[in-house]
Structures are given as structure tokens and as C-alpha cells.
């Protein structure tokens, strides 16, 4: 690793913060183990591109409008989603 990289993200949690639809942007962050995305005010549909974060193992999506399905390819070990 360089003196000044970081390495890369595994865990992102953020609540009461984000608004409007699914951020794109954290879909580019693949090696994420743990997604919290907690009474964010999202809507909207649930980005079928979500089935790249193959290293979840915990998902949390509560108290948001997010709608329709996806497909995760990975070994989820908690899913929240109500």
C-alpha cells in the first residue's frame, strides 16, 4: 500500500442524512461487508445493481421508501429492509 492510499471501504453506515434515491455512487464500493442506509428518507426503486456488493454480509435499509426487488448475490448474514 502507498504511504498516502487508503485502504478500501468495508463498512458504511449513514442515517437521517441522505435524501431522495439510492445513492449510485456506493455501488462502486464492492468490497463493502456492512451497508446501513437508516431512516434516510430514500424512494424510489432499489437499484438492481446492488447484486455487486458481493462481500455484504449485512444490509440494512430500514425506514426509507425504497421499492421493487434485486437479486443479492452474496452471503448475507442480516437483511433489513422494513
Avoid: A
Avoid at 435524501?19 to 446501513?36: A, S
Avoid at 424512494?43 to 445493481?49: H, V
Avoid at 447484486?51 to 443479492?72: A, D, Q
Amino acid at each position: 500500500m502507498e504511504k498516502n492510499s487508503c485502504p478500501p471501504l468495508s463498512f458504511l453506515e449513514t442515517h437521517d442524512d441522505t435524501t431522495g434515491r439510492f445513492p449510485l455512487q456506493i455501488l462502486d464500493l464492492t468490497r463493502l461487508t456492512h451497508l446501513t442506509l437508516y431512516s434516510c428518507g430514500m424512494t424510489g426503486p432499489i437499484p438492481p445493481d446492488i447484486s455487486k456488493l458481493r462481500s455484504l454480509i449485512v444490509l440494512t435499509l430500514t425506514s426509507n421508501r425504497l421499492t421493487g426487488s434485486f437479486y443479492i448475490k452474496t452471503n448475507i448474514w442480516h437483511l433489513y429492509l422494513s
